[in-house]
């Protein structure tokens, strides 16, 4: 077994796994590594009696996690900071690691402070980002798609969002959706930059742009997938800091249509960064 | 079923807050998310197990200028709707 540190939104997470393993996730994870003391541990090992077509489920018990999904299991122990996961395959396990750090992000970032882990796609163009979220289907994928060539990709799937004083920052993460060429995921390093507007996105019939106010700005939020409602405590942290950040950054509902004019009409729009 | 002499209360489990003068809550236990409209945020808020249906409605009252009959009606739909939903109860 190695251990490699990696970090995200400021959490440094140690991960302890078989070192073909590691060798393979230090090179994805390159520009995440961090020489801070680790304050979670993730063991991975694979496991192959795991069955891989059972029923999907999540269980939580107090401070601790359970999960099946496909193949991949975890247990993430809240108040020992410490997931012990495994899978069937080695293939199943960075999809399985991957889980476990989005989901100890989507706990802990609200908590630590003014921070969020959003489903959704972050560009930066000019040294300043956006970010557009949204549930599965909402249209990430094909706005990433749309922004090659134009804008940098941060990533495609999970974003951090996070508030310093008077600014915001979109900060990347490493994770990308399953579909995601290897060469659009290889040429993105960690990155933290301005942020200058949050997009929910729906599609339409035509370009529509709507402020929203600071509630339903919330509400919009929490339709990105990565709210961590399961337990009153993480519910109301989520809450008290998607409300802060809602004051601080324009969070505005755009309908889109797949289709490049999306760029002039954020410009028209003036915001655009 | 109460005599509507207690005092409403959220049930446990559900995480509020009130944003902009509106209440965002989050039912843990359902996944289910609800936006309040502002008098029924106040009256969440109201509803903390320390007032009667009639003190809330005459706070609200006070608050909206309207009658103690219309606050006490709307206090009324409001606290049976929310205890139906397994949002408030009867403390």
Same mark, same amino acid.
């Given at each position: 077994?190695?251990?490699?540190?990696?970090?995200?939104?400021?959490?440094?997470?140690?991960?302890?796994?078989?070192?073909?393993? *590691?060798?393979?996730?230090?090179?994805?994870? =390159?520009?995440?590594?961090?020489?801070?003391?680790?304050?979670?541990?993730?063991?991975?090992?694979?496991?192959?009696?795991?069955?891989?077509? *059972?029923?999907?489920?999540?269980?939580?018990?107090?401070?601790?996690?359970?999960?099946?999904?496909?193949?991949?299991?975890?247990?993430?122990?809240?108040?020992?900071?410490?997931?012990?996961?495994?899978?069937?395959?080695?293939?199943?396990?960075?999809?399985?690691?991957?889980?476990?750090?989005?989901?100890?992000?989507?706990?802990?970032?609200? =908590?630590?402070?003014?921070?969020?882990?959003?489903?959704?796609?972050?560009?930066?163009?000019?040294?300043?980002?956006?970010?557009?979220?949204? /549930?599965?289907?909402?249209?990430?994928?094909?706005?990433?798609?749309?922004?090659?060539?134009? /804008?940098?990709?941060?990533?495609?799937?999970?974003?951090?969002?996070?508030?310093?004083?008077?600014?915001?920052?979109?900060?990347?993460?490493?994770?990308?959706?399953?579909?995601?060429?290897?060469?659009?995921?290889?040429?993105?390093?960690?990155?933290?930059?301005?942020?200058?507007?949050?997009?929910?996105?729906?599609?339409?019939?035509?370009?529509?742009?709507?402020?929203?106010?600071?509630?339903?700005?919330?509400?919009?939020?929490?339709?990105?997938?990565?709210? /961590?409602?399961?337990?009153?405590?993480?519910?109301?942290?989520?809450?008290?800091?998607?409300?802060?950040?809602? /004051?601080?950054?324009?969070?505005?509902?755009?309908?889109?249509?797949?289709?490049?004019?999306?760029?002039?009409?954020? =410009?028209?729009?003036?915001?655009?960064? | 079923?109460?005599?509507?002499?207690?005092?409403?209360?959220?049930? +446990?489990?559900?995480?509020?807050?009130?944003?902009?003068?509106?209440?965002?809550?989050?039912?843990?236990?359902?996944?289910?998310?609800?936006?309040?409209?502002?008098?029924?945020?106040?009256?969440?808020?109201?509803?903390?197990?320390?007032?009667?249906?009639?003190?809330?409605?005459? +706070?609200?009252?006070?608050?909206?200028?309207?009658?103690? +009959?219309?606050?006490?009606?709307?206090?009324?739909?409001?606290?049976?709707?929310?205890?139906? &939903? &397994?949002?408030?109860?009867?403390?």
């Amino acid at each position: 077994m190695r251990a490699l540190t990696i970090e995200l939104g400021g959490i440094p997470v140690a991960l302890h796994l078989p070192s073909l393993l *590691a060798g393979r996730l230090r090179a994805r994870y =390159r520009s995440y590594l961090s020489d801070r003391p680790a304050e979670w541990g993730i063991h991975y090992r694979q496991q192959p009696a795991l069955p891989r077509a *059972a029923p999907a489920w999540i269980r939580h018990e107090e401070a601790v996690t359970h999960f099946y999904l496909k193949g991949q299991r975890g247990r993430l122990d809240f108040s020992q900071r410490e997931a012990r996961l495994a899978s069937s395959d080695l293939n199943l396990a960075r999809p399985v690691i991957e889980r476990a750090l989005a989901y100890i992000c989507m706990q802990e970032l609200p =908590r630590r402070g003014d921070a969020l882990l959003l489903h959704g796609v972050g560009l930066v163009d000019n040294g300043r980002g956006m970010v557009f979220f949204g /549930a599965s289907g909402r249209g990430k994928s094909t706005v990433a798609r749309l922004a090659r060539g134009r /804008a940098t990709v941060l990533s495609d799937e999970n974003v951090i969002v996070r508030r310093q004083g008077d600014e915001v920052t979109l900060v990347s993460t490493p994770f990308w959706g399953l579909s995601t060429p290897a060469t659009e995921v290889r040429q993105v390093h960690a990155a933290e930059v301005p942020l200058v507007g949050l997009f929910s996105l729906h599609h339409a019939s035509c370009f529509t742009l709507e402020r929203l106010a600071p509630a339903a700005a919330v509400m919009e939020l929490l339709t990105s997938e990565k709210v /961590a409602t399961e337990r009153p405590s993480s519910a109301a942290a989520w809450l008290a800091a998607a409300e802060r950040l809602a /004051a601080a950054l324009p969070l505005y509902r755009l309908g889109f249509q797949p289709t490049t004019e999306l760029w002039r009409f954020l =410009r028209e729009e003036q915001v655009y960064p | 079923m109460s005599d509507r002499t207690g005092r409403p209360r959220p049930v +446990q489990g559900i995480a509020a807050r009130e944003i902009g003068g509106e209440a965002v809550l989050i039912d843990t236990r359902e996944n289910v998310v609800r936006l309040l409209n502002h008098s029924a945020s106040r009256i969440w808020a109201l509803a903390n197990g320390e007032r009667t249906e009639r003190e809330i409605a005459a +706070q609200l009252a006070l608050e909206f200028e309207v009658g103690a +009959q219309e606050a006490e009606g709307s206090v009324r739909r409001f606290v049976d709707e929310m205890v139906a &939903k &397994k949002l408030l109860e009867w403390g």
